[in-house]
């Protein structure tokens, strides 16, 4: 391999926080350091989408527009990268066409380069939107291929799939490991079949909640990976992403060697470091996210999920189920037509398999989002479903099989309208965070604009916990 530096994109201002201490870190938390990181060479700063847009006006009292153009005017000469989940947006329904695309153009507008696409289905329809729409406000678009494993879900079905998306107009591609269940040695294969069969860069996401992300990403670039997500050491492994600087030390005087300095990489540590106490003696940040769990490789359950499950057993007093759930969830995965989990799909198989084992008898209670999984509302399944099972849930209910979005009326003039009658919002900007979170930016828009006082936020609250770990991953 001729001498080739490896690309980082750091997670620390995004996905580190939200994988470890659910997504709670300031903006006066980050502003110290963001001079330093914008000198370090990173190929990009994913700083922005996830579930960060939410927590800010939830629980930190934050604008998330606001937060964006402070972030661009400190770090001038660094692309600032997004995660947009395709027809989602950042919420946990599908949107018309005319919301994604005013968003698409308000996101790069405000500062944003890199906008990293994804579907929880990996149905391309669900991309076809906010990917014409990236290229249309010249944004980088990076298509993302939602890692998992089941028999639909093989190397060629994602060399197959990164095809398509490079001819959709993907920039780039990422390969979005989620759960962390993509190990090194299928790594090598995977991006070795990918850099034969497409043009575009390829960039690696994976996390280290299995222990196995560092060498994954060390067989990664060994296969030719253009790009790898890392954060910096105090917010990094566990339920998050790899070390930066672990990463960097030992690609050092190889050729894959990143070009990032050490040094520099340390100081802005030392910074996140004194973060990452305050938000443990604040209880935000659980250092049992810091642990190794092989359950994952063994129940293909992320780790955001295995909590979660976890949780709404406690609540209904049926720890002792724990086991049973989990041997459930794959019988439920196979049954609705093997998603990968990720946001929302995650959440479905994961609450329908807690249903079917506190209930004694499978599929006795369905809840609508299982319901409409089944119908089709989010687009098409990886694999044939079980019939039955989606007669029991659905009866005679028609199947959506075109592109969801095509059944949804444009909707901005309706939100507009919406808030002109309550007299709230002065943006643009506004009208997208009503869109997408009407009764979260309503109560944010009173606080903001001084017509109610900031409610004290909960130091630690298992509640806010549960919903914000059920989007560890993006």
Same mark, same amino acid.
Not at 95 to 116: C, Q
Not at 353 to 381: D, F, H, Q, T
Not at 437 to 466: H, I, M, N, W, Y
């Given at each position: 391999m001729?001498?080739?530096?490896l690309?980082?994109?750091?997670t620390?201002?995004?996905?580190a926080?939200?994988?470890?201490?659910?997504?709670?870190?300031r903006?006066?938390?980050m502003l110290?350091?963001?001079?330093?990181l914008?000198k370090?060479g990173?190929?990009s700063?994913?700083?922005?989408?996830g579930a960060?847009f939410?927590?800010?006006?939830?629980?930190?009292?934050e604008?998330?527009?606001?937060?964006?153009?402070?972030?661009?005017k400190?770090?001038?000469?660094?692309?600032?990268?997004m995660?947009?989940?395709?027809?989602?947006?950042?919420?946990?329904k599908h949107?018309?066409?005319?919301?994604?695309?005013?968003?698409?153009?308000k996101?790069?507008?405000?500062?944003?380069?890199?906008?990293?696409?994804?579907?929880?289905?990996?149905?391309?329809?669900?991309?076809?939107?906010?990917v014409k729409?990236?290229?249309?406000?010249?944004?980088?678009?990076e298509?993302?291929?939602?890692?998992?494993?089941?028999?639909?879900?093989?190397?060629?079905?994602?060399?197959?799939?990164?095809?398509?998306?490079?001819?959709?107009g993907a920039?780039v591609?990422?390969?979005?490991?989620?759960a962390?269940?993509?190990?090194?040695?299928?790594?090598y294969?995977?991006?070795?079949?990918?850099?034969?069969?497409?043009?575009v860069?390829?960039h690696l996401?994976t996390?280290?909640?299995t222990?196995?992300?560092?060498m994954t990403y060390?067989?990664?670039?060994?296969?030719?990976?253009d790009?790898?997500?890392?954060?910096?050491s105090?917010?990094?492994?566990?339920?998050?992403?790899?070390?930066?600087?672990a990463?960097?030390?030992?690609?050092?005087?190889?050729?894959?060697?990143?070009?990032?300095d050490?040094?520099?990489?340390?100081?802005?540590?030392?910074?996140?470091?004194?973060?990452?106490?305050?938000?443990?003696?604040?209880g935000?940040?659980?250092?049992?996210?810091l642990?190794?769990?092989?359950?994952t490789?063994?129940?293909?359950?992320?780790?955001g999920?295995?909590?979660?499950?976890?949780?709404q057993l /406690?609540?209904? *007093? =049926?720890e002792d189920?724990y086991?049973?759930?989990l !041997?459930?969830? %794959?019988? #439920?995965r196979?049954? @609705?037509?093997?998603?990968?989990?990720?946001?929302?799909?995650s959440?479905?198989?994961?609450t329908?398999?807690?249903?079917n084992?506190?209930?004694?008898e499978?599929?006795?209670?369905?809840p609508?989002?299982?319901?409409?999984?089944?119908?089709g509302?989010?687009?098409?399944?990886?694999?044939?479903?079980?019939?039955?099972?989606?007669?029991?849930?659905?009866?005679?209910?028609?199947?959506?099989?075109c592109?969801?979005a095509d059944?949804?009326?444009?909707?901005l003039?309706?939100?507009?309208?919406?808030?002109?009658? /309550?007299?709230? *919002? =002065?943006?643009e900007?506004?009208?997208?965070?009503? !869109?997408l979170? %009407?009764? #979260?930016?309503?109560? @944010?828009?009173?606080?903001?604009?001084g017509?109610?006082?900031?409610?004290a936020?909960?130091k630690?609250?298992?509640?806010?916990r549960?919903?914000i770990v059920?989007?560890?991953?993006?």
């Amino acid at each position: 391999m001729e001498n080739k530096p490896l690309y980082i994109t750091d997670t620390i201002l995004r996905d580190a926080h939200q994988s470890q201490a659910a997504t709670r870190m300031r903006l006066e938390d980050m502003l110290p350091a963001l001079e330093q990181l914008d000198k370090m060479g990173y190929w990009s700063l994913e700083c922005w989408g996830g579930a960060t847009f939410d927590s800010c006006m939830r629980f930190l009292n934050e604008d998330p527009w606001e937060r964006l153009r402070t972030l661009k005017k400190h770090m001038p000469n660094t692309k600032l990268q997004m995660l947009f989940r395709g027809q989602n947006i950042l919420g946990y329904k599908h949107y018309a066409d005319d919301v994604v695309d005013s968003f698409v153009a308000k996101s790069i507008e405000n500062g944003i380069d890199v906008i990293r696409i994804f579907d929880a289905l990996n149905d391309p329809r669900n991309l076809e939107q906010a990917v014409k729409s990236c290229k249309k406000y010249g944004g980088i678009c990076e298509t993302a291929m939602s890692y998992t494993v089941s028999p639909v879900h093989n190397e060629e079905y994602f060399v197959e799939l990164a095809k398509r998306l490079e001819a959709m107009g993907a920039d780039v591609i990422c390969i979005k490991d989620m759960a962390n269940l993509l190990l090194p040695f299928d790594a090598y294969s995977l991006i070795k079949k990918l850099k034969e069969s497409v043009h575009v860069p390829i960039h690696l996401h994976t996390h280290n909640t299995t222990g196995t992300g560092d060498m994954t990403y060390l067989m990664a670039a060994q296969a030719g990976v253009d790009i790898v997500d890392c954060a910096l050491s105090p917010f990094a492994n566990g339920t998050s992403n790899p070390s930066t600087e672990a990463l960097v030390a030992t690609l050092q005087g190889t050729e894959r060697d990143t070009g990032l300095d050490l040094t520099k990489l340390s100081e802005a540590a030392a910074h996140f470091r004194k973060v990452a106490d305050k938000m443990k003696a604040d209880g935000i940040l659980d250092p049992k996210v810091l642990n190794v769990d092989t359950k994952t490789l063994i129940y293909q359950v992320p780790g955001g999920m295995l909590s979660n499950l976890l949780s709404q057993l /406690k609540q209904a *007093g =049926k720890e002792d189920k724990y086991y049973d759930v989990l !041997a459930e969830v %794959p019988r #439920v995965r196979k049954d @609705f037509g093997y998603p990968p989990l990720v946001t929302p799909t995650s959440q479905i198989v994961g609450t329908q398999a807690v249903m079917n084992v506190i209930a004694g008898e499978r599929y006795k209670m369905v809840p609508k989002e299982s319901k409409a999984l089944l119908k089709g509302e989010y687009g098409a399944l990886p694999a044939p479903v079980n019939e039955e099972v989606r007669k029991k849930a659905i009866g005679d209910d028609t199947v959506i099989t075109c592109r969801p979005a095509d059944l949804l009326e444009p909707e901005l003039e309706k939100y507009r309208a919406e808030m002109q009658e /309550k007299g709230i *919002g =002065k943006s643009e900007e506004d009208v997208l965070s009503y !869109a997408l979170f %009407p009764q #979260v930016a309503e109560k @944010f828009f009173a606080v903001r604009d001084g017509a109610k006082k900031p409610e004290a936020a909960p130091k630690s609250d298992d509640s806010v916990r549960t919903l914000i770990v059920q989007d560890l991953s993006e």
